[in-house]
């Protein structure tokens, strides 16, 4: 089979398409024919060997990639040989995704729902899964105005997409004009630049005197703080990451003097009882229902390293997908 290997940290031309042998299951395991390989941001700072939060750089050689959507095509000692011929969908770990063939744990596997295909199976899977625990945490009412920073992108696109459906007032805050008009092609009321110095004073007059009652902030630094400025009393601060490198500062007086409430929405905070695997499952429901269109760009598997750069350059649209 082929494969995408990194032998070496470093830029995206590091990444090599090359013959592999194939790979066998082990004890409750199966073997996936794969079809889509997803591709995600941190994957880019793990292959120049820096570490994330609590993601280590790997040992190398490595073929990265920890998400897969394809068919079972061989199960291994003690798995249900009923997954034999299955479209499957599953979470890797931290590699063996950017190949033609690829090893899961049979508890990994999630049913790829019959109207569903490949590449919007892998979209959903752990970025869905993601918009799904956050969005139980904001509880969006049709009384909501609601904020979504970095709202191009792949989680923000989701969570326009869900305060729309809940019936709330949405603003979309990205960064550049392209980046916008994406926005306002997801159906936002109102899309906005946060790149501009005074997009903080458009979405005021836009509202009309209404107030922003929930942001969802996945960019942190000034642009975050710009964005708790926005909310009304009472309002919501939900947040998600920091893009632009420090988190959004927040004082113990802005929750005290303004009624805010301040929310780390990732993590414990955001699964049901369930876990992961529940949040997963609804993914993969509401995007086969067309509830949940994740925008998606598309890469060859021997394309990896193009899509990497891609990623980097914030080019790509949506989630970055690897295809055969």
Do not use: C
């Not at 005021?204 to 209404?210: D, T």
């Not at 369930?274 to 949040?279: D, I």
């Not at 990896?304 to 690897?322: F, N, P, W």
């Amino acid at each position: 089979m082929h494969a995408v290997r990194l032998h070496a940290f470093g830029p995206a031309e590091n990444l090599t398409y090359e013959e592999v042998p194939d790979p066998d299951p082990a004890e409750g395991q199966v073997r996936i024919d794969v079809r889509s390989s997803g591709v995600h941001f941190i994957e880019t700072r793990l292959r120049r060997g820096i570490a994330v939060g609590p993601h280590r750089p790997p040992a190398l050689p490595i073929v990265p990639g920890g998400e897969v959507a394809g068919v079972v095509d061989a199960v291994g000692p003690g798995a249900d040989t009923g997954w034999l011929g299955r479209r499957v969908v599953a979470k890797l770990g931290a590699e063996g995704g950017y190949a033609e063939q690829a090893i899961a744990d049979v508890g990994a596997l999630h049913p790829i729902p019959d109207r569903l295909d490949f590449d919007t199976a892998v979209a959903v899977l752990t970025t869905g899964a993601t918009a799904q625990g956050v969005l139980g945490v904001a509880r969006f009412t049709p009384r909501d105005v609601v904020l979504v920073m970095s709202a191009a992108g792949g989680l923000g696109s989701l969570f326009v997409q869900a305060a729309r459906a809940a019936g709330a007032v949405v603003v979309g805050a990205a960064g550049g004009p392209a980046k916008v008009e994406r926005v306002r092609a997801l159906g936002a009321d109102l899309a906005v630049d946060y790149r501009e110095a005074d997009w903080p004073v458009r979405v005021r007059e836009a509202l009309g005197g209404r107030e922003v009652t929930v942001v969802l902030d996945g960019v942190g630094g000034t642009s975050g703080r710009r964005a708790l400025e926005l909310l009304g009393p009472g309002g919501r601060f939900l947040l998600r990451g920091w893009a632009s490198g420090e988190p959004t500062e927040i004082h113990t007086r802005d929750l005290i003097e303004r009624q805010l409430t301040a929310t780390w929405a990732i993590g414990p905070n955001s699964l049901p009882a369930g876990g992961w695997h529940e949040l997963a499952a609804r993914a993969l429901s509401e995007a086969s229902e067309g509830r949940l269109i994740p925008p998606i760009t598309r890469f060859p598997l021997s394309g990896a390293a193009a899509a990497h750069a891609a990623l980097e350059s914030r080019e790509a649209e949506g989630k970055v997908v690897l295809t055969r």
